[in-house]
Each structure stands twice: as structure tokens, then as C-alpha cells.
């Protein structure tokens, strides 16, 4: 088992930024990509960001050129740095961790309880 805990999420201003942590803890060996998704009210859950073990990265359309995903294998983190924030970027925030690819989802997949992030116009 995979434990992930996100830390990070707030109410912010339209244009402003925010950045998420999420420390995962466990059996983290059988673990090649971490990522980021977001749900928001009566959506379904989406792809925001994924790095893999190696720095390979993919990201949403909707993000490219605003959020950068990075992480610290020591530390066993992942972050996502959140600039020029739009009120439609407001949604649940997942941490995610599986054994996949950065374009393609693992069979073992595991997730974050979610921090909301509310960004006001």
C-alpha cells in the first residue's frame, strides 16, 4: 500500500498562485509516476499533471504554461507550482501515484483524500 498526503490547497485571487505537496509513504518501490488531478463540481475527474521517476512530464492542455509539476525523490514529494490562477482552475486536487507512464495509467494506482483550491475572480 501507497499512503499520499496533499497539502497546499486555499482560496486565491484570479491571477494569483498557489503550490500543492503531496508526501507519499509506504510501499513506494512498485511506483514509477506521480501526478495531479482535479475534480470539480459535477465534472468528471481530470488529468492536470504527471511526472515519472526519471523527470518525463505530461500535462493538461488547460494548464501548459501556467502550472509546472517537479518532485524530490528524497523526500518522496511531488509538487505543483499553480501561476496565473483562473476561476476555472477551481476543483478537488488529487495526488496520485501509480506504476505507469506519463502518458498512460498504471494498474496499481493509488490516491490522495484531496485539497480543494477556490480561486476567486
Known amino acids: 500500500q501507497v499512503q499520499l498526503v496533499e497539502s497546499g490547497g486555499g482560496l486565491v485571487q484570479a491571477g494569483g498562485s498557489l503550490r500543492l505537496s503531496c508526501v507519499a509513504s509506504g510501499n513506494i518501490f512498485s511506483i514509477n509516476c506521480m501526478g495531479w488531478y482535479r475534480q470539480a463540481p459535477g465534472k468528471q475527474r481530470e488529468l492536470v499533471a504527471r511526472i515519472t521517476n526519471g523527470g518525463s512530464t505530461n500535462y493538461a492542455d488547460s494548464v501548459k504554461g501556467r502550472f509546472t509539476i517537479s518532485r524530490d525523490n528524497a523526500k518522496k514529494t511531488v509538487y505543483l507550482q499553480m501561476n496565473s490562477l483562473k476561476p476555472e482552475d477551481t476543483a478537488v486536487y488529487y495526488c496520485?501515484?501509480?506504476?505507469?507512464?506519463?502518458?498512460?495509467?498504471?494498474?496499481?494506482?493509488?490516491w490522495g483524500q484531496g485539497t480543494q483550491v477556490t480561486v476567486s475572480s
Open positions: 496520485n501515484a501509480d506504476d505507469g507512464t506519463a502518458y498512460h495509467r498504471g494498474l496499481r494506482s493509488y
